[in-house]
């Protein structure tokens, strides 16, 4: 089993940064890779960023040259670093950490860009 829980979220004006944080604890030796996803009202929830146990990184077109993840594996913590927000990144963001049979969620935190 693998507990996540995100934290960082809020509100921001436009242009605004915010970093997000996911902290796994549990079985995580067996993770290979860990994705923030979002999902905003009345829409599915969408892939923004991956990171794989090798430190390679995928995002989506979308968020290319805003956002950055990353992790501290010693701190077994993810990271998605968002700058340059819009109004249409306000969503909640949910990160996932994968294993080979099982995909554990975290709860979500509510990112809202609005001035």
């Known amino acids: 089993q693998v507990q996540l829980v995100e934290s960082g979220g809020g509100l921001v004006q436009p242009g605004g940064s915010l970093r997000l944080s996911c902290a796994a604890s549990g079985s995580t030796f067996s993770i290979y890779a860990m994705d923030w996803y979002r999902q905003a009202p009345g829409k599915q929830r969408d892939l923004v960023a991956t990171?794989?146990?090798?430190?390679?990184?995928y995002y989506v077109d979308s968020v290319k040259g805003r956002f950055t993840i990353s992790r501290d594996s010693a701190k077994n913590t993810m990271y998605l670093q968002m700058n340059g927000l819009k109004p249409e990144d306000t969503a909640v963001y949910y990160c996932?950490?994968?294993?080979?049979?099982?995909?554990?969620w975290g709860q979500g935190t509510q990112v809202t860009v609005s001035s």
């Open positions: 990171i794989t146990t090798s430190g390679n990184t």
């Open positions: 996932n950490a994968r294993q080979a049979l099982q995909t554990y």
